[in-house]
């Protein structure tokens, strides 16, 4: 049962570049998704979310993007700094305030 | 800035006994949770707790878990007769109530449970 899957279990970018983070969900009555940073060994940290009523949430250099026709939507890091290098969790909201997460993307920011 | 802290970091324990994980949540929030990570395996919603009651659980979450605020302060997951397949992350996790148009859920830096 994968309500929220990522494709890319990785991804390697330049310092200074554009990374683009993909997922896709399958539940049409998810209506708020939101995007973690997950570090080894340390709990997920909340980096932004976005409410299905709008198209584009941006916070400094991150910017989501949602397409709700297509259940899709994508984390835009830019510039990309070495210490973005981490595992980036897209997850949704359920109706209970549960949490329903992908399976995470590891993100290597090259110097 | 607040934060979300969990203790033990690590906890091990024979298959069979029981366990309790603690937490202590962000001071002024009121929604409560409990996830796991298997090694490998996905962040899982075990439970959600609001105004002293389970408001969710998952499939997971069956008869030998259970949660409890015991005080103002403390959130707890009890674990009754641990398996080996309960080996994994703990983290809990807690919310305001909403505020604007956000539902962030900040999360601790988790449990590390080895069943033996």
């Known amino acids: 049962d994968q309500q929220v899957k990522q494709n890319s279990p990785s991804l390697s970018v330049q310092e200074g570049r554009i990374s683009i983070l993909n997922c896709d969900y399958t539940n049409s009555m998810f209506d708020y998704f939101l995007w973690y940073k997950k570090y080894p060994a340390e709990g997920p940290t909340f980096l932004i979310s976005?409410?299905?009523?709008?198209d584009k949430n941006e916070d400094g250099r991150f910017t989501v993007f949602l397409n709700k026709s297509a259940k899709h939507l994508s984390l835009h890091i830019v510039p990309s700094q070495p210490g973005d290098s981490a595992v980036y969790f897209c997850?949704?909201?359920?109706?209970?305030?549960?949490?329903?997460f992908g399976s995470g993307t590891q993100l290597t920011v090259l110097p | 800035e607040p934060e979300v802290t969990q203790t033990p970091s690590h906890q091990v324990t024979q298959m069979g006994q029981e366990v309790i994980l603690r937490c202590v949540p962000i001071s002024n929030h009121l929604y409560f949770y409990w996830y796991r990570q298997i090694l490998g395996q996905k962040v899982e919603f075990l439970v959600s707790?609001?105004?002293?009651?389970?408001?969710?659980k998952s499939e997971i979450f069956d008869d030998q878990f259970s949660v409890e605020r015991p005080d103002g302060s403390n959130f707890t997951l009890k674990i009754r007769s641990t398996k080996l397949e309960d080996s994994a992350m703990y983290f809990c996790a807690s919310s305001a109530l909403r505020t604007g148009a956000s539902y962030e859920q900040y999360f601790g830096p988790g449990t590390r449970l080895t069943v033996t």
């Open positions: 997850a949704a909201l359920g109706s209970a305030r549960q949490l329903t």
């Open positions: 976005i409410s299905s009523i709008k």
């Open positions: 707790f609001y105004n002293n009651e389970i408001s969710e």
